[in-house]
């Protein structure tokens, strides 16, 4: 029950510090839960975010969800899930009833355009950092160019574009592993 505790308040953080979506989080959960509470490794968290990319909902939700099952099973897959999305509830309900009110100010505008700046720099950073820790082959890079040249200038499907490069992968790395 303890665990169950810690799980949601550690989640409920993690929400209640996140703007921007399942790019902007993972610089938040590498730390949190990666480096500071040492529940899993950094690989097992990239994978996680690989395969929360292919499952239908929300990035975020899902990798809390992952992570929970993986600590704790069922339970823990639900105590997660909620402590990530209660403060996005509570604050969204919140400002759902004000921001009517406040929109048409410039700087709540400015604001919220700060906001986007900010996340777009935490989602550069994790790229770097991840592309630093992972790309250390001229395979590696030119897997990584064309995916970003399929996702961001293509516009296919992430999805579409994870499923192929694990079936790449599988196949021209999985051959050769050593006997």
């Known amino acids: 029950m303890k665990e169950l505790l810690n799980l949601y308040c550690t989640f409920f ?3 209640s510090i996140t703007f921007g979506g399942g790019y902007a989080v993972l610089p938040i959960l590498i730390r949190e839960i ?10 097992k968290l990239l994978d996680y975010f690989a395969v929360s990319q292919c499952t239908p909902g ?4 899902n990798i809390a969800t992952f992570m929970g099952y993986h600590r704790r099973g069922f339970w823990g897959a639900v105590i997660t899930t909620l402590g990530f999305v209660t403060p996005s509830l509570i604050l969204i309900t ?5 921001l009517r ?3 048409s100010i410039v700087w709540v505008q400015h604001a ?5 700046v900010a996340v777009s720099a935490l989602i550069a950073s994790t790229v770097w950092k991840l592309a630093v820790k992972n790309v250390k082959t001229w395979l590696k890079a030119a897997i990584a160019v064309l995916a970003f040249v399929t996702v961001g200038l ?4 992430p999805i ?3 499923i192929a490069f694990a079936m790449f992968g599988a196949l021209w790395f999985g051959r050769r592993r050593p006997a």
């Open 58 to 61: 929300i990035i975020c939700i």
């Open 160 to 162: 579409y574009v994870t």
């Open 101 to 103: 009110n406040f929109e």
């Open 13 to 15: 953080f993690i929400g």
């Open 34 to 43: 990666v480096e500071k509470r040492k529940w899993i490794s950094e690989e």
């Open 154 to 157: 293509l516009s296919i499907s």
């Open 112 to 116: 919220f355009a700060g906001i986007r």
């Open 94 to 98: 919140a400002i759902a009833a004000v």
